[in-house]
Structure formats: structure tokens, C-alpha cells
């Protein structure tokens, strides 16, 4: 049977917010870190340009303009190179709702991906091929694609195959209680070799609390990242504490389990976790919301009666995990840097992130600055 979601994304009020009095920690070390603004750009466009991803040989931004329903792509600077509109009737155009676009890593070009179809363009944005699939979940997103398309190169190099309905931060699996979960799988790919969709990652009930579990109705949200050069996929999920590795290449086979142990994560503050993030092959970032009580929420909104939580960077904490000796240590989200909107992470260590919007100026342009990690000077 399936199932049909449509959703507008709008940027959702959360209630509670962490202390704007932390300082750096170091969880098992004395090293402390910061994270540092090494380098900034504006996009002097009068819309918001949403980035979806980052081609590392080419040093370009793929970014879409939601108002003019266009496809933009800026330099490493922000300097625009082209943009595009497709949709409507032509044969390259799309007449559907996307979820997903991104760059053809691997091969020049782009894809972009509906509820029900991957299309894949080459560098002047010509149709090569139109893949169509039937997902059990089908996603309409009506503020246009909101992701980089999951999808992964086989190990052949020639074939890939990408995630159909599942995406990073937000879920659209709903359970019920009396459902056996354990047998319930949440990831739906498809294959281009086997020109099918496949089904596989089941439900591992240790990432879970008992009210989770518990309700009438259990609706999962994965948070993740998919490294596509390693073939790992990076799992956790919003409300827990282990961050799982998994193994695309040989059927999403768990190769270890890492314990998050936050900061400050209450389940009474709706504390959640946000992003996951990997900067090189033995960093993971975790981004989190921290929590607050409802009291202290409204002293801050008493002062303040636009006042809003979930855009306040002192809510949202940044976790480090070494994947190689598993220590952590947190660091305080940048307080210029939005941290509901769009993050990337570069293979050379560094994090994108957008800047918050002057409220008292109005601005034309998208600003956005990258951020790398760096030890404390003594």
C-alpha cells in the first residue's frame, strides 16, 4: 500500500533553547577548539538562493531561488555562473514537485529528484534519462527541493542507486503500536543495475527511548549522512543518543555503533538532534537543539516578543566525535550563522553555513560563510 504525503516546509517554532553562557568542552582531553569563520561570499540576489550542494572538483555551489522557481550555480565566491527555470512541459523540463537536487559527482551534471522520478541532466542541463520508480512513501514538497539527492555510485563506478523517500531531518514512516517493528524496514532505494527499487535497514529498536516506543503512534526521524566517497552511512536519529555506521556497499551492514553522550539533551526541554555532518575521514559533526526551561523560554519572550527559539543559534550545540579514538567534545554554534537553514560539510574539513538576516537592515542578498575547526592557541 501507499502512502501519499504532501508537506509545505516552513521553519517550525521550538519552544526551548540551550544557555547563551556555555563555553567550549571537552569531553576526555584538555584540548579545547573553536570553530573559526575563515571565509565568506553574497549571493546579490533580492531572493533567497537555497544551496542544496557543493561539487568538490569544480569548487561550485548548486543553489535554487524558491521565488523564481530557478536553478542557480555560483562559483566558490558566490559569483553566479548560470541559472535556469525547468519546469513546465518541454522535453527538459520537469512538470512535478522536486525533493532533491544536486551535481553528478562522479560524472558532470546534475540529478534532480520528484516523488516518483530521477532525472538526470548533463552540464547544459539536456535530459540524459528520466528514471521512474513507485516508492511505497511518495514526498510533494511545495517549496521545491529542500536536499542533496541521496544517491551513491555502485561500486563498479557505472551504476548508483539513491534513497526513494528518505531524507535527513525529516521522516514519513508512521507506525502503530501494534505493528512488530523490528520487521519494519525504513530505507527504499533504487538500483540502477537491478532497474527496481529495493527495500533494507531495518528498525533497531536500541536507538529509542520506551516513549518513543511506547505511543499509540511511533514515527522515527532519521537524521543523517551519506558519505558517498567511503560508502558509509552516518544514522542517528532526533531524539537519540547513538550515532550508527553502516555500510552501503555490502547490504547497509552495521559496523559499529558510537554512544552520543550530550551535553545537555532532556527529553522534558525537546532537546533533538538536528544535523550530522562529516568533515574528514575521522571527524563526525553532530548540530543539536538543547533545551530550556518553558520558563526561562518566556522571560526571553516577555523581553523580546519576537522572540523566536528555533532561530537562536545559542539553543543549538555542535558535537565533535573522533571516529577514530570515539572522544567528544562540544563547541557553541557560531552566533552569526543560522542554524535551522541549510548546512554543508567539505571534504577538506570545513562547514558552510548561512547568515542570519540583519533584522534591522533589509537585505538583497544571501550571505553565507564557512567555518573550520581549530585548536585553541595556548
Known amino acids: 500500500m501507499r502512502r501519499l504525503l504532501f508537506l509545505i516546509l516552513l521553519p ?26 575563515v571565509d565568506s561570499f553574497d549571493i546579490p540576489r533580492e531572493n533567497a538562493v537555497r544551496i542544496l550542494d557543493f561539487n568538490e572538483s569544480k569548487r561550485n555551489y548548486l543553489g535554487y531561488d524558491v521565488i523564481n522557481e530557478e536553478f ?5 565566491q558566490g559569483k553566479e555562473l548560470n541559472s535556469i527555470k525547468l519546469q513546465g512541459e518541454g522535453p527538459d523540463e520537469y512538470n512535478s514537485l522536486l525533493t532533491a537536487a544536486s551535481f553528478s559527482q562522479d560524472e558532470e551534471g546534475y540529478f534532480l529528484q520528484s516523488a516518483g522520478e530521477l532525472i538526470k541532466y548533463d552540464t547544459d542541463w539536456h535530459v540524459i534519462e528520466r528514471i521512474k520508480f513507485s516508492p511505497k512513501i511518495s514526498v510533494f514538497l511545495y517549496s521545491g527541493p529542500r536536499f542533496k539527492v541521496p544517491y551513491f555510485m555502485g561500486e563498479n563506478g557505472t551504476d548508483f542507486s539513491f ?15 501494534n505493528e512488530v517493528l523490528q520487521e519494519q524496514k525504513l530505507l ?13 535497514l ?10 518513543e516506543l511506547e505511543a499509540q503512534y511511533f514515527r522515527p526521524i532519521q537524521i543523517f549522512h551519506l558519505d558517498q566517497e567511503e560508502g558509509l552511512l552516518y544514522l542517528t536519529f532526533k531524539n537519540s543518543s547513538i550515532l550508527g555506521i553502516y555500510d552501503i556497499f ?14 545537555s539533551f532532556l527529553a522534558s526541554n ?13 571527524t563526525i559533526v553532530l548540530v543539536y537543539f538543547m533545551g530550556k526551561s518553558e520558563g526561562e523560554i518566556q522571560n526571553l519572550m516577555d523581553s523580546n516578543p519576537d522572540y523566536l527559539a528555533h532561530k537562536d543559534p ?10 577514530e579514538g570515539q572522544e567528544r567534545f562540544e563547541i557553541a554554534f557560531p552566533e552569526e550563522a543560522e542554524p535551522h537553514s541549510e548546512i554543508l560539510s567539505f571534504r577538506d574539513g570545513k562547514l558552510l553555513m548561512r547568515i542570519r538576516e540583519s533584522v534591522e537592515v533589509e537585505q538583497d542578498y544571501s550571505r553565507y560563510a564557512i567555518y573550520e575547526l581549530r585548536r585553541q592557541e595556548d
Open 12 to 37: 517550525g517554532v521550538i519552544t526551548s533553547c540551550g544557555s547563551n553562557q556555555r563555553s567550549e568542552n571537552l569531553f576526555g582531553g584538555d584540548v579545547m577548539y573553536d570553530i573559526v569563520k
Open 72 to 76: 542557480v550555480v555560483l562559483d566558490y
Open 163 to 177: 534513497f526513494a523517500s528518505f531524507f535527513s531531518g525529516f521522516s514519513f514512516h508512521q507506525f502503530e503500536k
Open 188 to 200: 527504499e532505494y533504487y538500483s540502477t543495475s537491478a532497474k527496481d527499487l529495493k527495500s533494507d
Open 202 to 211: 531495518s528498525l533497531d529498536m536500541e536507538y529509542f527511548n520506551d516513549s
Open 250 to 263: 555490502n547490504g547497509f551492514e552495521l559496523v559499529s555503533k558510537i554512544s552520543l553522550d550530550h551535553e
Open 270 to 282: 525537546q532537546a533533538r538532534n538536528v544535523g550530522v555532518y562529516k568533515l574528514d575521514k575521522h
Open 314 to 323: 545559542a539553543c543549538y550545540s555542535i558535537m565533535v566525535v573522533s571516529l
